[in-house]
């Protein structure tokens, strides 16, 4: 049986509803940890029925590092006027746009990373692995490590959020597509530095 601290508190980890809080905490069976799990699940699944609806409105949100000397912007979009003009929307293109200051993404999916990038990348892994003289399946393997890897750095929806390093910005976005109930894209993001 879940107690009310129980669901207060999940309330304020995933802000999900009380309904839902209490579905979770009961299907855990008072496991707060598993019923967070089950909770996101929920969320992904949410996401993924809104992620055909089109996304025309939202907001630009920027920002400005202290020291003045890089920032971004980043196109934030939504289904509706009423969500793009809500203060949580609007806090969450703040908190993109701190992110895309700090971690530099170059690409919005890891499946957007340029390939002649990554033919250079992987002749310069291939000949440090050449030099440990690595047999060729394992190295195989390595390759494919270090590209996925290489691939997640460079994106921005799995880079982990500086605010929260245990999330990416794709779980971030779709946290908050099941909390708001609308469809939420990254348009696109432009990263300055003097």
Same mark, same amino acid.
């Given at each position: 049986?879940?107690?009310?601290?129980?669901? @207060?508190? &999940?309330? *304020?980890?995933?802000?999900? =509803?009380?309904?839902?809080?209490? !579905? %979770? /905490?009961?299907?855990?069976?008072?496991?707060?940890?598993?019923?967070?799990?089950?909770?996101?699940?929920?969320?992904?699944?949410?996401?993924?029925?809104?992620?055909?609806?089109?996304?025309?409105?939202?907001?630009?949100?920027?920002?400005?590092?202290?020291?003045?000397?890089?920032?971004?912007?980043? @196109?934030? &979009?939504? *289904?509706?006027?009423?969500? =793009?003009?809500?203060?949580?929307? !609007? %806090? /969450?293109?703040?908190?993109?746009?701190?992110?895309?200051?700090?971690?530099?993404?170059?690409?919005?999916?890891?499946?957007?990373?340029?390939?002649?990038?990554?033919?250079?990348?992987?002749?310069?892994?291939?000949?440090?692995?050449?030099?440990?003289?690595?047999?060729?399946?394992?190295?195989?393997?390595?390759?494919?490590?270090?590209?996925?890897?290489?691939?997640?750095?460079?994106?921005?929806?799995?880079?982990?959020?500086?605010?929260?390093?245990?999330?990416?910005?794709?779980?971030?976005?779709?946290?908050?597509?099941?909390?708001?109930?609308?469809?939420?894209?990254?348009?696109?993001?432009?990263?300055?530095?003097?």
């Amino acid at each position: 049986m879940s107690t009310l601290e129980q669901i @207060k508190n &999940l309330r *304020e980890r995933t802000g999900a =509803g009380i309904v839902e809080v209490k !579905k %979770a /905490l009961e299907e855990a069976k008072g496991d707060d940890n598993l019923a967070v799990e089950i909770l996101r699940k929920r969320g992904q699944e949410k996401a993924m029925k809104k992620s055909d609806r089109v996304a025309g409105e939202g907001v630009i949100a920027s920002y400005i590092h202290s020291n003045g000397r890089v920032g971004a912007m980043v @196109k934030l &979009l939504c *289904e509706t006027d009423f969500v =793009g003009r809500n203060k949580e929307f !609007k %806090a /969450l293109a703040q908190d993109i746009a701190m992110h895309i200051t700090a971690a530099n993404p170059k690409y919005l999916k890891p499946e957007d990373v340029d390939s002649g990038i990554l033919d250079k990348e992987r002749e310069i892994w291939t000949a440090q692995l050449a030099e440990e003289k690595k047999p060729k399946e394992i190295m195989d393997k390595i390759l494919e490590g270090k590209e996925k890897k290489f691939r997640e750095e460079n994106a921005l929806l799995t880079q982990s959020f500086i605010k929260n390093p245990d999330q990416t910005i794709g779980e971030l976005l779709t946290e908050k597509i099941s909390k708001i109930g609308e469809n939420i894209q990254i348009g696109d993001f432009s990263r300055f530095e003097l």
